[in-house]
Nanobody, 125 residues
Framework: QLHLVESGGGLVQPGGSLRLSCGTS????????IGWFRQAPGKEREGVSC???????EYADSVMGRFTISRDNAKNTVYLHMNNLKSEDTAVYYC???????????????????WGQGTPVTVSS
C-alpha cells in the first residue's frame, strides 16, 4: 500500500527556514512526480512546488526564489527547503504523488492520486 508521510513542520519566526520531508513507501519513487501543497485556514489548497521523476522542479510564483524542492530516490524521500519564511506561508503542508506521464515533460499541480496527512507550518514572531 502506498504511503506518504510529511514531517519537519513547526513554529518559525519570519525570515527563518524549515525543511519539510515527504517520506514514501509502498511504491517505486523513481516513477512518480511529487508535489507539495498547502492549505491555510479559511483558504483553498494551493500548489507550492512539484518535481518530476527526472527531478525537474516547478514553483508557484509566491515561493519562487525562497523554496527549493529536491528528491532522494535512494532514501524514498522528497524535501521542501523553505527559506525567508513569511507569515503568509503559514499553512498545513501536504505532499502528494502521481505516476509520471511521459506525455508531459513538466509536473503540474493537478491530478495527484496519493496524499499524506500534512504537517503544520506556523510563521510568527
Amino acid at each position: 500500500q502506498l504511503h506518504l508521510v510529511e514531517s519537519g513542520g513547526g513554529l518559525v519566526q519570519p525570515g527563518g527556514s524549515l525543511r519539510l520531508s515527504c517520506g514514501t513507501s509502498g511504491f517505486t519513487l523513481d516513477d512518480f512526480d511529487i508535489g507539495w501543497f498547502r492549505q491555510a485556514p479559511g483558504k483553498e489548497r494551493e500548489g507550492v512546488s512539484c518535481i518530476t521523476s527526472s527531478s525537474l522542479p516547478e514553483y508557484a510564483d509566491s515561493v519562487m526564489g525562497r523554496f527549493t524542492i529536491s528528491r532522494d530516490n535512494a532514501k524514498n524521500t522528497v524535501y521542501l527547503h523553505m527559506n525567508n519564511l513569511k507569515s503568509e506561508d503559514t499553512a498545513v503542508y501536504y505532499c502528494a504523488a502521481v505516476r509520471h506521464s511521459f506525455l508531459f515533460s513538466r509536473c503540474t499541480f493537478s491530478d495527484y492520486d496519493y496524499w499524506g496527512q500534512g504537517t503544520p507550518v506556523t510563521v510568527s514572531s
